[in-house]
């Protein structure tokens, strides 16, 4: 036992691996937020009038606002005032090929084990790299042009195809949403904008990683993806930070919206600085994300491995609009130190025969405390509804937590509706049993995780299940009181 | 993060209240003049100084009550009344229990003691089976004292409103202490009457049990209503059991259809204790069921079934919070409904593991049942934990009657309407088998079958 007790120590006491600062000028605005901060900002995009326009009307609904205090979470109050609002590195070029890239972002991406060279030849990739806040390196544009794919900075869809983000952008999560839903869309500095034409399979994984850079510069992304009747396409998410002491806002708006036959698999992989053993200076990580499933038969499907930031609030949700649509939710997440998460999903049942998955497992160790929290609802409409869930937790120290809210509202007999949630501790039978069978306790951990974690793991693109085991390992492997 | 279950929201509206509550709280201190000076009257005073602060629930502002509208009820003008007209009804349902002869019966109306219906009780020594007003009163100083030691000590008043509305109105019930290692031959059975005969009336009945170590007894509350305005029956039960006392508690609420009905249980447990409660909710406009046992030994167990039978537009509010405090104790709860009509099921139950209690085993299920396109279940089953050597499980779900089981039936033979009613009742029945009262068992199958066919 006190074997297994020390390496607890050394594994939940493992030093965050990517913690390291590029030195890269930063063109930032000076911390604060008013009207003015958010004209400047939309000046320094070069955006239309009616994005300014857009932007001012959320800001003046959300100082209306205030922040939510539900979540099983705790942090000290954050100054919005004391945070920059903007900041993009300074070589603002659109490069023709990586060789023009600073090699000083190159070798962070080196550093992080994502190299875009090797991700360009051997993954087949298409990476639209998010240095901070502006896009500065995308690949195989050519490919995705020939299939009428656009693939491209939200800023840049921004000004090159208004018609389309004034149909879309907030059509999904309005600028009225929540507190963090609104102040992004007042602020959103950049982020990732996919069109799918009709009929049209997207012959890559499309990619963006994202990393906060620049000291104190909250990172406020906007991803909005659209797909056209018929199409379908999978998109991957993947982030890192490097190590810093101030806690970093981090409010995202990812916005999906699948038509009829449509098909969106969106997966993420969340890395962010979880904080020190305190819980110093760790992200804040407050996300909206939601899908709608507009049409018949279209299906969005979220996968999520979290293992970063020191606070997450964040639920991806599918609105099963189109009769026969689907909606998956397949979530890994992990606190451990002084980490805190509350996330799950909503699946609101409008359509006729809409099927939803829930499968959602939750790791805690240190002092980490993990929530699930999640709605489905069955409207009088969704005639023939059908929802799975399953919330597993597993315990890894005495001093830690595993909760679940779920929420089921249903107002249609024809619904079927499951939860079921467990929870408990590692098997300490089952470590006992690879010992004697010469597996090391930590690789015995480190194979009950994975087995644990398994059924999403699965659900991940081949490149990102790899990253995302080594993720798992990394944080957790050896974890056991 | 507090493990408060009712957290009133800081920049809240002013408090939802209704104006016969201050003019109950007078006519109520005045009539337990004499006893203004004693000890109950302090919890009292504080107990209605803290509902004044909370008021009323508000499903808008308390997520506990995110369901359930009190809002109508608030606005009705509701008089307490201490009048006891015993009418045949009353006398005919009274004892028309299962196996009359083998509880202690007592009787209330709208909260008042119904001395008329008072059948000679045959009580063991030691122990004391009385009312609450008979406790206040009592001569015997030690009893007394016991009494007051106990009251208002598990159903706290500090976040619950309606708790504390309770203690701050109570107007009678009863008070059971059995010393320690002595058993109660007999179960206590308590009708509770809420008659509207002449206008909306309120009550507030109370119950207080209390389990010296190794004790043992049970308990049925019954609850039934008159007339025809509309009551509301704001009820507290506190359990008080002890290390190795053993403690069943059975609720069976078949009030009319237009009644509103509150009621509450807390109980502490000790160490090795057992605790079984079943609720049975056949009648309510809106009826909200709150349980919430505390175990504060370790090797305890604790078992809670509930079955709501519903239809038209009832509405029935289970809230359970389970707190494992302390390590190696076993939970199970298991919550089921049979919706109906337009009726209304909510369920919400919280099962919190504190940090010491490692070796927890809690299981907690909660199962509806939807027999027509307009009633409706939400439900809420939540997991609180903060040790890691323990197995907790939920599970929840929602749905019609299996259709190839109903398939199975109709191709032997049986009518379809028969056949429903079978798996309708043999999904009550993993409620009714808890009931270890055999003559009560067949008597609450017989309400489930009279029920579902209205």
Known sequence: MSNDTETLEQFTGKEYKYGFTTDIEADSLPPGLSEDTIRQLSEIKQEPEYMLEWRLKAYRKWLTMKEPDWAFVDYPPINYQGISYYSAPKKEAQYQSLDEVDPKLLDTYNKLGIPLEEQKKLAGVAVDAVFDSVSIATTYKDELEKHGVIFCSISEAVRKYPELVKKYLGSVVPYTDNYFATLNSAVFSDGTFVYIPKNVKCPLELSTYFRINAQNTGQFERTLIIADEGSSVSYLEGCTAPMRDENQLHAAVVELVAHRDAQIKYSTIQNWYPGDDEGKGGIYNFVTKRGLCEGENSKISWTQVETGSSITWKYPSCILKGDHSVGEFYSVALTNRKQQADTGTKMIHIGKNTKSTIISKGVSAGNGQNSYRGLVKVLKSAEGARNFSQCDSMLMSDRCGAHTFPYIEVDNPTAQVEHEATTSKIGEDQIFYCNQRGISTEDAIGMIVHGFCKEVLNELPMEFALEARQLLSISLEGSVG | ?454
């Open chain 2, 1 to 454: 993060m507090t493990e408060q279950t009712q957290t009133q929201k800081t920049d809240m509206a002013p408090p939802l209240l209704a104006p016969w509550c201050q003019a109950h709280f007078d006519t109520q201190q005045s009539n337990l003049n004499g006893l203004s000076g004693g000890a109950f009257s302090a919890v009292r005073q504080e107990a209605f100084k803290k509902f004044l602060e909370l008021g009323f629930p508000q499903a808008h502002l308390l997520e506990d009550w995110k369901y359930t509208s009190l809002k109508e009820m608030a606005r009705t003008d509701f008089s307490m009344s201490s009048e006891i007209e015993v009418s045949s009804e009353l006398k005919k349902i009274f004892k028309d229990f299962t196996d009359f002869d083998a509880y202690h019966n007592f009787c209330f109306l709208n909260g008042s003691f119904v001395s008329e219906l008072n059948t000679e009780q045959e009580i063991p020594a030691g122990i004391t089976l009385c009312t609450i007003r008979e406790a206040l009163h009592s001569e015997d100083k030690e009893l007394k004292k016991r009494f007051e030691d106990s009251i208002g000590k598990v159903a706290v008043t500090d976040a619950n409103a309606l708790v504390a509305l309770n203690t701050g109105l109570l107007q009678d019930g009863i008070y059971l202490h059995v010393p320690k290692d002595t058993k109660l031959p007999k179960p206590v059975r308590i009708l509770f009457a809420a008659s509207g005969s002449k206008m909306a009336t309120v009550s507030f009945p109370r119950v207080l049990v209390v389990m010296e170590p190794g004790a043992s007894a049970s308990v049925v509350q019954e609850f039934c209503s008159l007339g025809t305005e509309v009551t509301f029956s704001n009820v507290v039960s506190e359990f008080i059991v002890s290390d190795n006392a053993k403690f069943e508690n059975t609720i069976i609420q078949e009030e009319g259809s237009d009644r509103y009905h509150f009621n509450h249980v807390a109980v502490q447990q000790g160490a090795t204790s057992y605790f079984k409660n079943a609720t049975f909710s056949f009648g309510g406009k809106i009826v909200r069921n709150e349980i919430a046992p505390t175990l504060n030994g370790s090797g305890s167990d604790t078992h809670m079934f509930g079955l709501s039978v519903l239809n038209g537009d009832q509405h029935v509010d289970n809230f359970t919070v389970l707190d494992h405090a302390v390590p190696s104790c076993e939970s199970n709860e298991q919550y089921k409904g049979i919706y109906d009509d337009k009726s209304k099921g909510v369920f919400s139950g919280t099962i919190i593991v504190r940090e010491d209690a490692q070796k927890t085993n809690a299981i907690q299920s909660n199962q509806g049942l939807l027999l027509s396109d307009t009633a409706s279940l939400s439900t809420k089953p939540q997991l609180k934990i903060w040790a890691d050597d323990v197995k907790c499980t939920h599970g929840a779900t929602v749905g019609q009657i299996d259709k190839d089981a109903l398939f199975y039936l109709q191709s032997r033979g049986i009518k379809k309407r028969e056949a429903m009613g079978l798996l309708i009742r043999a999904f009550a029945g993993d409620i009714t088998r808890e009931v270890s009262q055999e003559g009560l068992r067949s008597y609450l199958e017989d309400a489930i079958t009279e029920k579902l066919s209205q």
